[in-house]
């Protein structure tokens, strides 16, 4: 493990999508922060729908968890029919998750608008988490550097060097979301060659201190069985979970095993 990996928090994420009724998502957070212990370590995040954001950010013990939302908006007020802001999650959330993959490909959300939304968070006291990642054909072209590149690079434009440590990476290969079989999970060696080129490329941008301060999560088909793996991965400081999220057996599952790899 390098030394980063030790030194740095690590964070488990759970990304619950468009699941659980207000009252369902209470009552399962009430069963996570029953079951989870505090650590000073692992920083545990949840990120429930937006309608369920405001209840729970009154119900949930900070000590043990954290909350993010799925994705915001980045103008502050005005005329955008449904949309949520930044500046209206400010003291609900700790946290976004900016730039998903499903944001990207179903809701189009533009490479603007991710670089937009990653400075608006950072402006209402929101870490970002910046997703990036490879298409399956992206990758079969040999565009995956490319791509994830210019996503990581568009996606920190307008970050200032003073905020740049407080940004996440999630690197989320979108050929090894939600995969029912193993040949489309990634190995941990795919994992460890992507992530060394996010620090290299961090690295030659900013510099290696903000390269290694900079946290980088591994998200895609994360399950308790593989969980272990990724997270020993050099230069991996966490996960970002969808479907195993929202199983609280594995959720917590997950969270052991982090404790014990940090341990
Ligand atoms: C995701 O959608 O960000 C994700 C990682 O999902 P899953 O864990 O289900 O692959």
């Known amino acids: 493990m390098a030394w980063y990996n030790i030194l740095m928090k690590s964070y488990i994420v759970g990304n619950w999508k468009m699941n659980f009724a207000v009252g369902e998502s209470s009552v399962y957070l009430h069963k996570l922060t029953e079951r989870i212990r505090a650590s000073r370590d692992l920083e545990i995040v949840v990120a429930p729908s937006a309608i369920a954001l405001q209840p729970l950010s009154l119900q949930i013990d900070r000590k043990k968890l954290r909350l993010a939302a799925q994705t915001a908006n980045p103008h502050d007020f005005g005329a955008y029919t449904g949309e949520v802001s930044f500046a209206q999650l400010r003291g609900l959330v700790d946290y976004c998750i900016i730039g998903h993959s499903e944001r990207r490909q179903l809701f189009h959300e ?70 029912t079989t193993d040949a489309h999970i990634a190995t941990p060696d795919e994992v460890a060659e992507i992530v060394t080129f996010i620090r290299r490329t961090l690295t030659d941008t900013y510099s290696s201190s903000i390269a290694e301060a900079i946290p980088i999560l591994y998200g895609g088909s994360v399950k308790p069985t593989n969980a272990g793996a990724y997270l020993t991965v050099p230069g991996v400081n966490g996960l970002l979970i969808g479907g195993a999220s929202l199983i609280a057996d594995q959720f917590i599952d997950i969270i052991d095993t982090a404790k014990k790899v940090i341990s």
């Open 110 to 179: 533009s490479d603007k608008q991710v670089r937009l939304a990653v400075a608006a968070a950072l402006r209402n006291n929101i870490t970002p988490i910046l997703c990036i990642g490879e298409t399956s054909t992206e990758r079969t072209f040999g565009e995956t550097s490319d791509v994830v590149r210019d996503q990581l690079l568009g996606g920190l434009s307008e970050v200032s060097a003073e905020d740049i440590n407080k940004v996440i990476i999630a690197y989320e290969p979108i050929w090894a979301i939600s995969s």
